[in-house]
């Protein structure tokens, strides 16, 4: 008896380890075919959100393309992916996934599942994998600068010089023909700044890592007359122009108009010293509807923020600041662009109406990055007259912020950089009662909606779909309950 146990035992010790050694060795092949490699899995996150910026003559310091250029940075990629919508973070868009509208227009940003995938690979050794698991390599050319799309038309503004150390500047500069000969009106519009910096190099300031002399430029569009002065009051303001800016895109059926034979204009320009003597221009990329377009909505034109009376104490982080507006009209808010300055950390945007508080935006800020996110087509928000739209600021005036030149410092408002601005500047829209229940009812086909459904950013859509039924309704169901 002893002798049988203690055989089977052995036995079926053999087996388990059998079993065992088996398992292992599928464990090791499926490991094999799910190793996050370069070519694979890596390349093509690099492709889709880095390389416009991250390649020869690219805005960012480094090329990101081929394995050999990105190996070495994988530990720092995994650091800067990982800060998700934290100041700092690449790429640079900063939307809090958790909270919110999630649906924007050329979002760049990362899934989890990304994040993690690159981590996974920096913390493996960075395998390489099969050259064959390779996406087509992207071809670079110099209209990768447009982030929306390369420009029907183009103007540049006239080269400035911004010496080694020299103080900030302020000032105007001179007018520019847009060289137009009809009217158009405008889908989008991007500035870029092109200038003779070496990208590859580092440099001593650390504003979009040290690549620009523009710090912002708010401009307009005007009419000259035919002594070359200004037509007074027939100016058009356009989205003011920052560093690290990306491009506006309007609301397809609130194009802007752009007017034949109009000017830029600009009596506000910032230019900063880059750390090295640098020649640059900005160049202005509009794109354009159709000839035969007419645009449906108006702009508005909606002050949200504070700038009188903003106080931010010294060496103390998540300060909050509130502002609020009244909507006046039927209103599509297009874009969100929180605007703060060195203390900013994050902004929120939340619609109020009736009893509802909804938070429709909640971003991370980095004033070295100053970003707009516009809203996919069926995300934007579509308020009702009355809507209270509150934007929630929130300022880390601490050293745990590197933005902030001197964190014992109180900060009140003002223009300058070292003082504060509290702005959403976003773009919004507003639409007549007919327009509004239109949008509302295209929205409810798109999105499938139903009475149990709930959207953000859109209180009334659901309204039709769980209104009181009729009077008739009500008596044939009576009926049929009589009949019961
Ligand atoms: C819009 C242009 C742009 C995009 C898109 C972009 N970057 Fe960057 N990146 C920059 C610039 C400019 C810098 C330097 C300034 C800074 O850090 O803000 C930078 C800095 C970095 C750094 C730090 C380099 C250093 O030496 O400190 C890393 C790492 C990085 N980017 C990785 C990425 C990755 C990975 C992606 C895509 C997931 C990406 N970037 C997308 C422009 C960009």
Not at 89 to 103: C, F, H, N, R, S
Not at 298 to 324: K, P, T
Not at 421 to 426: A, S, V
Request: aromatic letters at 8%; a negative charge; charged letters at 20%.
């Amino acid at each position: 008896m002893r002798m049988n146990f203690a055989k089977s035992f052995l036995n079926a010790t053999v087996y388990v380890a059998t079993f065992l050694s088996f398992s292992a060795i599928a464990i090791a092949a499926s490991a094999q075919s799910t190793e996050i490699t370069f070519h694979k899995d890596i390349e093509p996150i690099l492709q889709r959100s880095c390389q416009n910026c991250h390649r020869d003559g690219g805005a960012g310091p480094m090329p990101l393309v081929s394995y050999e250029q990105v190996a070495p940075y994988a530990g720092l990629i995994e650091y800067k992916t990982g800060l998700r919508d934290k100041a700092g973070a690449m790429p640079p868009w900063y939307m809090e996934k958790d909270v919110g509208i999630q649906e924007y227009k050329d979002d760049p940003s990362l899934s989890e599942e990304e994040i993690s995938a690159i981590s996974t690979w920096a913390r493996s050794g960075t395998p390489q994998g099969n050259i064959s698991d390779s996406p087509e390599p992207l071809v670079f050319d110099d209209s990768l600068k447009w982030g929306a799309g390369e420009p029907d038309l183009i103007v540049k503004t006239e080269p400035v010089t911004k010496l080694s150390g020299t103080p900030d500047w302020w000032g105007e500069i001179p007018s520019v023909p847009t060289g137009l000969t009809e009217d158009r009106y405008v889908k989008s519009v991007e500035v870029v700044e092109v200038n003779d910096v070496d990208n590859q190099v580092g440099t001593g300031r650390e504003t979009v890592g040290g690549r620009y002399i523009f710090h912002h430029m708010i401009w307009a569009t005007a009419q000259m007359n035919e002594s070359g002065e200004r037509v007074p009051g027939l100016s058009i303001p356009w989205p003011v122009h920052e560093v690290g800016r990306n491009a506006d895109i309007f609301d397809e059926d609130a194009g802007r108009l752009l007017k034949a034979n109009s000017w830029i204009v600009s009596d506000s320009v910032h230019l900063h010293s880059n750390g090295r003597d640098t020649t640059g221009h900005l160049e202005i990329g509009f794109r354009f509807h159709d000839e035969d377009y007419e645009p449906k909505y108006q702009s508005a034109f909606i002050g949200l923020g504070n700038g009188v009376d903003i106080s931010i104490a010294g060496n103390q982080s998540n300060q909050e600041l509130h502002a609020y507006t009244v909507l006046e009209q039927h209103t599509k808010i297009i874009t969100f662009e929180p605007h703060l300055h060195a203390p900013g950390e994050r902004m929120c945007l939340e619609a109020i109406w009736g009893y509802t508080v909804e938070t429709l935006s909640c971003v991370g800020y980095d004033h070295n990055w100053v970003r707009g996110y516009p809203y996919a087509e069926n995300s934007a928000p579509l308020l009702p007259k009355g809507t209270i739209l509150h934007i929630v600021g929130y300022m880390n005036n601490s050293e745990t912020n590197p933005n902030v030149p001197d964190p014992r410092n109180w900060q009140g408002s003002g223009n300058r950089s070292v003082t504060n601005m509290f702005i959403d500047l976003g773009i919004r829209v507003t639409m007549t009662d007919d327009q509004f229940h239109e949008a509302m009812e295209e929205r409810r086909q798109a999105l499938d909606l139903g009475p149990n459904d709930h959207v953000i950013g859109c209180p009334l859509c659901g309204a039709p779909l769980v209104a009181p039924i009729s009077e008739e309704e009500v008596d044939n169901n009576n009926e049929v309950a009589n009949n019961d």
